[in-house]
């Protein structure tokens, strides 16, 4: 039987540095939809972690990722398909920060207000898909009980957080740690896959010192990593909207690694590892970039691409990523995962009622019935589905589900 570990890289296998980029493209929009006023003009220098854009409806700002020259404004997709206006920095390898970057021997010694003010400014947001500012999770009065770090990794191809997990577990579980004392949180669940043998072997070596932080295995499926399955499977709870509503939070071990660098060394959220695979790619690795990198470099040097009869590049994983129409392509905070494949175009039939849609849908859903009945879809939960695209995954004939809901969803919200 084929896993679906089957299809990753290794996360043994090296990570390639690659943050030597001549330009850099920083987005004024973030695929939640935050928008970001430029605080720069051409011609300015900046240093790294200086803030480029004020964001306009959150504490988030819009910071650089190198130091250098800001040379223009470019139209450049990111990761939910959006052509957006990218602030253009020319990059002069100098490294320099706009604050002290210098190692802190005890990472616990932070205050709750100053941990959620640092997150914050230092730009840290969901690494697994969301963007969502960490800093709103840990900013209320609701005692947090336990903190769920998502190392589950359920996308297909995507292998970014096993690297960081196999690469840096001590610093994956002192960051854990320190999260739980700054923020006085009773304990903490690493999950994991249970057929992601490497990293549960490298981590063991290490989680005995850390007492209140555990390893829990999820099955090898999709999607164990979708929050809801993560609490209810591992605290036995459901809630209405978000976890805190039962004391929990959730990260994704890539951001938990960002904290740590943030904490240990004052680092912004500068740069982050993405996986680079699918049978268009010749080399296929996981790559650690600068964000803002535009991903045609970094093919460039990878030999470009496997001659496919036609190509798709896919943005964020093969079941809820996203499709681009080019590899202008920007690497931003949230997009863990590209993949170039064969676009195998397949006859679309009409719905047959077989009903194996909402057998699968994790939501608990009927995704035919909705897209079939556009006008009583909020009748229908149409605001539960989560994108997940298990429906057009299993659907015998071929109809791009997903896609069509989530095309209802937007023109609801317009």
Same mark, same amino acid.
């Given at each position: 039987?084929?896993?679906?570990?089957?299809?990753?890289i290794s996360p043994a296998k090296k990570v390639v540095d690659?943050?030597?980029?001549?330009?850099?493209?920083?987005?004024?929009?973030?695929?939640?939809?935050?928008?970001?006023?430029?605080?720069?003009?051409?011609?300015?220098?900046?240093?790294?972690?200086?803030?480029?854009?004020?964001?306009?409806?959150?504490?988030?700002?819009?910071?650089?990722?190198?130091?250098?020259?800001?040379?223009?404004?470019?139209?450049?997709?990111?990761?939910?398909?959006?052509?957006?206006?990218?602030?253009?920095?020319?990059?002069?390898?100098?490294?320099?920060?706009?604050?002290?970057?210098?190692?802190?021997?005890?990472?616990?010694?932070?205050?709750?207000?100053?941990?959620?003010?640092?997150?914050?400014?230092?730009?840290?947001?969901? #690494?697994?898909?969301?963007?969502?500012?960490?800093? =709103? %999770?840990?900013? @209320?009065? $609701?005692? /947090? +009980?336990?903190?769920?770090?998502?190392?589950?990794?359920?996308?297909?191809?995507?292998?970014?957080?096993?690297?960081?997990?196999?690469?840096?577990?001590?610093?994956?579980?002192?960051?854990?740690?320190?999260?739980?004392?700054? #923020?006085?949180?009773?304990?903490?669940?690493?999950? =994991? %896959?249970?057929? @992601?043998? $490497?990293? /549960? +072997?490298?981590?063991?070596?290490?989680?005995?010192?850390?007492?209140?932080?555990?390893?829990?295995?999820?099955?090898?499926?999709?999607?164990?990593?979708y929050e809801r399955i993560l609490v209810s499977s591992i605290?036995?709870?459901?809630?209405?909207?978000?976890?805190?509503?039962?004391?929990?939070?959730?990260? @994704?071990?890539?951001? /938990?690694?960002?904290?740590?660098?943030?904490?240990?060394?004052?680092?912004?959220?500068?740069?982050?590892?993405?996986?680079?695979?699918?049978?268009?790619?010749?080399?296929?690795?996981?790559?650690?970039?600068?964000?803002?990198?535009?991903?045609?470099?970094?093919?460039?040097?990878?030999?470009?691409?496997?001659?496919?009869?036609?190509?798709?590049?896919?943005?964020?994983?093969?079941?809820?990523?996203?499709?681009?129409?080019?590899?202008?392509?920007?690497?931003?905070?949230?997009?863990?995962?590209?993949?170039?494949?064969?676009?195998?175009?397949?006859?679309?039939?009409?719905?047959?009622?077989?009903?194996?849609?909402?057998?699968?849908?994790?939501?608990?859903?009927?995704?035919?019935?909705?897209?079939?009945?556009?006008?009583?879809?909020?009748?229908?939960?149409?605001?539960?589905?989560?994108?997940?695209?298990?429906?057009?995954?299993?659907?015998?004939?071929?109809?791009?589900?997903?896609?069509?809901?989530?095309?209802?969803?937007?023109?609801?919200?317009d």
């Amino acid at each position: 039987m084929v896993s679906i570990e089957d299809y990753k890289i290794s996360p043994a296998k090296k990570v390639v540095d690659d943050l030597k980029i001549q330009v850099i493209y920083l987005p004024l929009e973030s695929k939640l939809g935050y928008q970001y006023e430029p605080t720069v003009s051409v011609g300015d220098y900046v240093c790294i972690g200086q803030v480029i854009g004020k964001n306009i409806t959150s504490d988030i700002p819009l910071l650089s990722t190198v130091s250098g020259t800001v040379v223009g404004f470019s139209e450049k997709y990111i990761s939910n398909g959006n052509l957006v206006d990218c602030i253009v920095i020319e990059n002069d390898f100098k490294e320099k920060f706009l604050n002290k970057v210098g190692k802190k021997k005890d990472i616990t010694k932070y205050n709750k207000k100053e941990f959620i003010y640092m997150l914050a400014h230092n730009g840290i947001t969901g #690494m697994g898909g969301s963007d969502f500012p960490t800093y =709103i %999770k840990y900013n @209320n009065d $609701k005692k /947090i +009980n336990c903190l769920i770090v998502n190392g589950t990794e359920c996308e297909i191809y995507a292998s970014a957080d096993s690297s960081i997990m196999y690469n840096k577990p001590q610093e994956i579980l002192e960051a854990i740690d320190a999260i739980l004392e700054i #923020m006085d949180i009773d304990c903490a669940y690493i999950a =994991i %896959k249970e057929t @992601n043998v $490497k990293v /549960i +072997n490298k981590i063991s070596k290490y989680i005995n010192s850390y007492p209140n932080i555990k390893l829990y295995f999820m099955l090898d499926a999709y999607p164990c990593g979708y929050e809801r399955i993560l609490v209810s499977s591992i605290l036995g709870l459901s809630y209405d909207k978000i976890p805190i509503e039962v004391g929990a939070i959730v990260n @994704n071990v890539s951001t /938990i690694y960002a904290i740590y660098e943030m904490l240990k060394y004052q680092k912004p959220l500068i740069e982050r590892t993405v996986t680079i695979s699918g049978e268009g790619i010749k080399h296929p690795a996981n790559y650690r970039v600068k964000i803002g990198t535009n991903l045609s470099e970094i093919i460039l040097k990878t030999e470009k691409y496997n001659k496919l009869k036609n190509p798709v590049l896919i943005a964020g994983g093969a079941m809820m990523g996203k499709s681009i129409p080019s590899d202008e392509l920007i690497v931003t905070k949230d997009l863990n995962c590209i993949l170039v494949l064969e676009n195998k175009e397949e006859k679309i039939n009409p719905c047959i009622k077989c009903g194996k849609c909402s057998e699968v849908c994790p939501r608990g859903l009927i995704p035919s019935m909705i897209i079939s009945n556009r006008n009583i879809s909020k009748d229908l939960h149409i605001d539960k589905c989560v994108g997940c695209g298990l429906c057009s995954y299993v659907c015998p004939a071929k109809i791009e589900i997903r896609d069509i809901i989530k095309k209802i969803k937007e023109e609801e919200h317009d």
